[in-house]
Each structure stands twice: as C-alpha cells, then as structure tokens.
C-alpha cells in the first residue's frame, strides 16, 4: 500500500513524514518526492514472536511518499502539482495535512491559518484535475463513436459512465460518492483522485494533540489531529523507553505514526491474517472480504493452486487458549475451512495444499 502526504506549503507535511519514518527531509530538496516503508504496528505479531520465538518476524508495511507542497495560488505552485500529479494518483489512499495552529515561527501559507479553507482548496483541486480526465476521455470516446466499429457499444457504455462523472465533479461531489464497485472496476486505470480513500490530519499545538478533531470533512475516511513538531521529536529519540516517556510528558496515549497508519490501513479496506511457526511469525495484508484462497495466493501461488482447506485459529482464540495450540484443539477453536470461507483480520492461518 502506498499513502501519499498531501497538503498546502507549511502545513507540517514534511515534519509529519520525518514523525513517521525517522527520516529528516533537507529543505534544499522541498520539491522533491520523498519515500519511505513503515511497518504496521501489530501486537498479535509482537505477542505470537514472544511465544514462537521464530528465526523472522515480517510485520506488514506501508510505504509512505511525502509530496511538495499543493497550491494553486501562482504558477510555479501549479507547475509543481501538475508534475506530481502522475504520482499522487498511484498512491491507494491519501493523508490530506493542514496546518490548525498558530506560531510565529512557521510563516503562513497565503498570510493566514484556515484548516478547513485549506481542505476545501485541496478538495477543489482534486475535483478540477478528475474533471479534467473525464472530459479528454469523453472527447476521445465521442470522437472515436463517429468512426465504424465493433467496440461501440462498450465505448458507448463507458460514456455514460463517465458523463455520470462529470455531473457529479461539476456539483464538487468526489467520485467516491457517486460510483458503483462494477463501475470502479471499469475506470480503475484513470486512478481519479476523489475516488481514494482520504484520511484527514489537522496538524495541531501540543495542547491539542489528544483532543477529537473539531476539523469536519463528510467524505473522509479518518480523520485526527497530530502535533507533527512533538511527533517529530520524539521519532528522532534513540530507545522506546525515551519515547515513551516523551509521549507521556505530553499525554499522548499513541504515537502519531501508529494512529495513522493503523486509520489509512482500515481506510484502504485492509485487514490482515497471520501466519506463526519456528521458522517465521508473518502478518499478511489482504482485502478485506477475501475468500481463503486468495488468502493462500498471497503467499503463494502453488499455495492457492493446490488449496486443500485452511487450518484457521482466530487469534483471540488463540490467546484465550494460552498461546497453546494444544489447548486450542481442545477447545474445539481449530477450525478446518475451504475454499469459499471469508478470511477474518487476525485469522491465524495454516494452509494444507498439494501441487
């Protein structure tokens, strides 16, 4: 999964990215992308490690690209978003970042602090920049209808499609209101922007870093405030123990990167089953409403090729259990499920198969 950091300039986007990948960006490289993979905290893995004590532990991970900053105010803002644009609309979700917080020391984007102004310009230009697409692909379809041809009735299809597109941008409605999952699937390669799945940060005081967002957008997914300077500096502390410390100082329960992550994951439709043993304890990432074979084939292929049935624990079972799989069977919590069964997230999986 990839999540992309979006935001106007001085928003914290930067200072956000460095809170969650320990990495510092140069001011000198402001309009550069910057990527980096995170693990997925998870304390079934950290609790199944502790029991299994395996020769690997694989969380899964999230790759997060942190993009320069979004304004449309002049034209090197626009030449600079427009570069970006192919990239942003590879990401599968994306954090919106906007500055709630005032400070003499950040100068301010457009001589003001205005949260919601600031989300609904990203939200406009993410509308423009879809509508955009739609319409160059509705004149390429209405010029191509002109011309004979046996494709006409699925161009004539997608056409339809998309002028239900363009009703909806024209009414700034994102995509992700108005479109169906069979018509997902059909406009997937246009990768619009108001079809992703948004999570929302309000880069807030210390102050306000546990308090609920007062911030209202109807079509985010999540939405959290996060005091991206304090975040920042407790990433750069060398141990746990000084982390820890830090955030209790400033009565933070989570640090920002598991909050975070943990929302985008859920935001995405993700959900992960586990896999434990001597040789590796692994969390594995799949769509939610995946059937177990699909489940088998992220693992591998052969897996999924020759499913026989899948050997599932839930992992709360498994705790109740004592973290004995002995003790599971005689439970009667060892479940022998095929192939149309419904991977469940924390679904502790063994998969018998034969190629």
């Given at each position: 999964m990839i999540v992309g950091l979006i935001g106007p300039p001085q928003s914290g986007k930067s200072m956000l990215f460095a809170?969650?990948?320990?990495?510092?960006?140069?001011?000198?490289?402001?309009?550069?992308?910057?990527?980096?993979?995170?693990?997925v905290p998870d304390e079934r893995i950290d609790y199944l490690a502790e029991i299994y004590q395996p020769k690997k532990v694989t969380y899964a991970t999230v790759d997060v690209c942190d993009f320069p900053g979004i304004s449309s105010s002049d034209d090197h803002g626009k030449e600079q978003y427009r570069k970006h644009l192919p990239n942003i609309r590879l990401c599968d979700a994306l954090v919106a970042v906007v500055r709630d917080f005032e400070s003499d020391k950040v100068a301010k984007h457009r001589n003001r602090v205005d949260a919601a102004g600031d989300l609904a310009s990203l939200n406009d230009d993410f509308i423009f920049a879809d509508l955009e697409t739609v319409m160059t692909r509705m004149a390429r379809l209405e010029k191509s209808l002109k011309k004979p041809s046996k494709?006409?009735?699925?161009?004539k299809h997608e056409l339809a499609l998309l002028q239900r597109c363009q009703e909806a941008l024209e009414e700034l409605k994102p995509l992700s209101t108005v479109?169906?999952?069979e018509d997902e699937a059909l406009l997937r390669s246009f990768a619009f922007l108001t079809e992703k799945p948004l999570v929302v940060v309000a880069n807030v005081s210390e102050d306000k870093a546990q308090s609920?967002?007062?911030?209202?957008?109807?079509?985010?997914?999540?939405?959290?405030?996060?005091?991206?300077e304090a975040e920042a500096q407790i990433a750069e502390l060398d141990t746990e123990e000084d982390q820890s410390a830090f955030l209790e100082d400033l009565g933070i329960g989570t640090p920002a990167r598991d909050r975070l992550i943990q929302t985008c994951y859920s935001a995405v439709g993700l959900i992960s089953f586990l896999t434990c043993g001597d040789p590796e304890v692994h969390a594995w990432p799949i769509k939610k409403g995946s059937d177990a074979v699909e489940a088998a084939g992220k693992i591998h292929s052969d897996i999924a090729?020759?499913?026989?049935?899948?050997?599932?624990?839930?992992?709360d079972d498994f705790v109740a259990a004592g973290g004995d799989m002995k003790a599971v069977k005689a439970a009667g919590k060892l479940r022998q499920e095929g192939k149309g069964y419904i991977?469940?997230?924390?679904?502790?999986?063994?998969?018998?198969?034969?190629?």
């Open positions: 809170a969650l990948t320990g990495k510092t960006i140069d001011p000198a490289a402001a309009f550069q992308e910057h990527t980096a993979s995170i693990v494709s006409h009735e699925q161009e479109l169906e999952h609920e967002p007062t911030l209202r957008y109807e079509h985010a997914r999540g939405m959290i405030n996060v005091c991206a090729r020759g499913f026989i049935k899948a050997e599932t624990v839930h992992y991977v469940q997230d924390g679904d502790i999986i063994n998969f018998k198969f034969n190629v």
